[in-house]
């Protein structure tokens, strides 16, 4: 009976020697190949990784690596580690001590053929070098901001067939050289606010045909050469907000054909050629404010007859004329437009008629509410009195009752009508807080709107004003306004003054 159980206690006995000797096998093999870089059991190591999902070998799809302790060489066998997890798709590294990291761990991009997303924050990488993101067909996303990145040499960024976003935000690059992005045919996204950026080089941008967005907000550019925008054929935003730009020349922006937002709030611009924006026909929003405007000229917006949304507040603007506005006006009667112009220096004048009109003919409500808020200085030059004499009384006269609310002058009984008209409004429109020579624009009829001599522009010589073109269109535009009626001896009379100066200007 003992027999046959002996030789099966023996098989069972073999078996279970044989499952320990595999088991032991395996556990050297891992032991002597390679440390899991998801499974560090060393305190002191400078680098400890988390891994979502899972941490056996080959297992890990997404990392977080924090980087402390001294920081890590780039000689430290622990970067061939990174073999141990091959299928990771997203990598990113944490550095937790200052100095711990101060150059692109190029070689474990490379390990990681999977990866989509990778990227470094708080580092004191100060130099990438050439090719250090070279040749990584699946990467997808490149985020390196708050390093200390002050140099991005030529060639850094270079072939990456798949990189859509590329993020340098808040480091401290002083220059953008030329072909430092170079055969990204997918990027469709490049980030650099926030640094020091004072000089792109001709030919940075060359080989970004299929970019769509360009941020450069906060960075301290003084001048865009002429080449700068070179490639961006398909850019369509384009953010220069909160640089160091005084003057913008002709054709700056002509290669960028397909751009539809340009934003250039928060510069020190005072001066924009003719043709600044000049190619951009598909430009929709321009943004120019808090900058240092005082006058536009008048073919400024020829270029971009696409424009339906402009924003010029906080700028010193004296005057914004019928042909400022003309190649966009149609634009601003649509329902989605915008023209923004507060905080700026208008004076009450007959360049500014055109904003009856449109303020009837508007179809949006924000064009609407912007014109009807927006205040002009009343401001009676004491030299062209005995041109104005007649205004001037009017004025003054209307500006008693806005401030002191006395009674009508008796003397001006004549001009009874209007006053009442302002009355009314006025009690409409208690809000708005202006200063002493403020008035709002709409509630001053047209007719009565002086034209004063035209002041040269400071910002181009070439600059006449107004043209004979713009007085015909200012008739034009009062004759067809519907909503006012009006004295027509006084616009003739307003005109003839206008020629008056040109002559004695000549
Ligand atoms: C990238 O790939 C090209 C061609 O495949 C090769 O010539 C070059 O040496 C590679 N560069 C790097 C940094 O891997
Ligand atoms: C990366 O681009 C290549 C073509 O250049 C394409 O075959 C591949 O599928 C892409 N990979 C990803 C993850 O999109
Ligand atoms: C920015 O760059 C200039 C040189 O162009 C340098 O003098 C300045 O210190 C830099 N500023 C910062 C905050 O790095």
């Not at 510069?267 to 536009?296: M, P, V, W």
């Not at 104005?388 to 401030?403: G, H, P, Q």
């Amino acid at each position: 009976m003992r027999a046959p159980i002996v030789p099966a206690t023996l098989l069972l006995l073999v078996f279970a020697l044989e499952l320990d000797a595999t088991r032991r096998k395996q556990k050297e093999k891992v032991v002597h190949t390679t440390i899991n870089i998801c499974d560090i059991s060393d305190r002191d190591s400078k680098v400890h990784c988390y891994c979502e999902f899972s941490q056996d070998f080959n297992e890990a799809v997404k990392t977080e690596c924090w980087v402390f302790n001294g920081g890590i060489e780039k000689s430290d066998n622990l970067w061939s580690s990174f073999t141990s997890q091959s299928n990771i798709e997203n990598l990113a590294f944490n550095v937790r001590a200052d100095g711990g990291l101060n150059f692109v761990p190029s070689n474990v991009l490379l390990y990681l053929k999977k990866l989509r997303s990778f990227s470094i924050k708080y580092s004191s990488i100060v130099n990438i070098e050439s090719y250090s993101f070279a040749n990584l067909t699946n990467v997808q996303d490149i985020t390196l901001t708050k390093n200390q990145i002050v140099n991005v040499e030529r060639h850094t960024f270079y072939n990456l067939p798949n990189l859509t976003v590329l993020t340098l935000d808040e480091n401290k690059i002083t220059r953008l050289v030329s072909e430092t992005f170079y055969e990204l045919p997918s990027l469709h996204k490049l980030y650099l606010t926030s640094n020091n950026i004072s000089v792109i080089e001709d030919g940075t941008f060359r080989h970004l045909v299929n970019l769509l967005e360009l941020e450069l907000d906060r960075n301290n550019i003084n001048e865009l050469k002429k080449e700068c925008f070179d490639g961006l054929a398909n850019l369509k935003r384009l953010d220069l907000r909160r640089n160091k730009l005084t003057v913008l020349k002709s054709f700056t922006f002509t290669e960028l054909w397909n751009l539809q937002e340009l934003l250039l709030d928060y510069n020190e611009i005072h001066a924009l050629a003719q043709r600044t924006f000049d190619g951009l026909s598909l430009l929709k929003k321009l943004s120019l404010s808090h900058n240092k405007l005082i006058a536009l000229i008048s073919g400024l917006f020829e270029g971009v007859r696409g424009l339906s949304a402009l924003d010029l507040r906080h700028n010193k603007l004296k005057r914004f004329t019928y042909d400022n506005v003309k190649p966009i006006y149609d634009n601003l009667k649509n329902q989605k437009s915008y023209i923004y112009l507060e905080g700026n220096d208008f004076d009450c004048d007959c360049h500014l008629a055109w904003m009856h009109k449109l303020r009837h003919e508007a179809r949006s409500i924000k064009v609407r509410t912007s014109l009807e808020n927006f205040v002009c200085k009343f401001n009676i030059d004491p030299a062209m009195n005995s041109h104005l004499t007649y205004y001037e009384k009017t004025i003054i006269d209307t500006n008693n009752i806005f401030i002191d609310e006395k009674p009508p002058d008796k003397e001006y009984k004549d001009t009874d009508d209007l006053q009442d008209d302002i009355d009314e409004e006025f009690i409409e429109e208690p809000k708005v807080i202006k200063k002493e020579n403020e008035r709002t624009l709409l509630q001053i009829p047209v007719e009565l709107l002086p034209c004063p001599a035209a002041v040269k522009s400071v910002t181009d010589r070439t600059y006449t004003y107004p043209s004979q073109n713009e007085a015909k269109d200012y008739r034009n535009l009062i004759l067809t306004s519907k909503s006012n009626k009006f004295d027509i001896s006084l616009v003739t009379f307003c005109f003839n003054l206008i020629f008056l100066n040109k002559l004695l200007t000549f």
